[in-house]
């Protein structure tokens, strides 16, 4: 586990095992989302439980890129990026952002946005994500990421996975760039 950024009142932490869970608080369940002050977005669509679901993907070989923001020892947010099971067709290595939360209360303190841009850090490659809903999608447009219909020329097949968006190689730099300033 290591400290990678700072923020504001936030860390943001990657997580390297499954015992590194442990050391946080992961607000969840119906009374912490009902109030807005827990995760609770992806119950129910393969999530039962936060703690036992993170722990499992940290177990997983090869290991996910997982890295979370902390306030305190409160985890407050997390993203889940792992690599895609094939190559571009230049060569260049693949990697699918699976999910990215935000405890509500925290959502326009630009947690996201920093989670996403650590993330984009971290991979070599394209970054690959499926927007779940049309925040998600007007999200990841304003941080660069097309359509493949909306790309000239992709070197990622996705014509077996609708629904994808892409962010190139060569466009992650100016989502960099746009963030650098929040973090300190």
């Not at 912490?32 to 393969?46: E, I, P, T």
Request: hydrophobic share 40%; no cysteine; charged share 25%.
């Amino acid at each position: 586990m290591n400290v990678i950024e700072k923020g504001g009142d936030f860390e943001f932490v990657k997580l390297d095992s499954a015992s590194d869970v442990d050391s946080f608080k992961i607000p969840e369940g119906k009374e912490a989302s009902v109030l807005g002050s827990g995760f609770g977005y992806f119950k129910g669509m393969g999530i039962v439980n936060y703690t036992s679901s993170f722990k499992s993907w940290l177990r997983q070989f090869p290991r996910p890129l997982f890295v979370v923001a902390t306030k305190g020892r409160e985890l407050i947010g997390w993203v889940y990026i792992e690599e895609w099971s094939s190559h571009s067709r230049t060569g260049d290595p693949v990697y699918v952002l699976r999910a990215i939360e935000v405890i509500p209360k925290y959502r326009r303190n630009k947690v996201a946005s920093r989670l996403l841009v650590l993330g984009i850090k971290m991979t070599v490659g394209y970054l690959l994500t499926k927007p779940l809903n049309s925040g998600a999608e007007a999200f990841f447009r304003m941080n660069g990421f097309k359509k493949p219909e909306e790309i000239s020329s992709t070197a990622v097949d996705l014509s077996s996975h609708h629904g994808y968006m892409v962010l190139s190689p060569y466009e992650k730099q100016d989502v960099i760039d746009r963030y650098e300033g929040h973090f300190v």
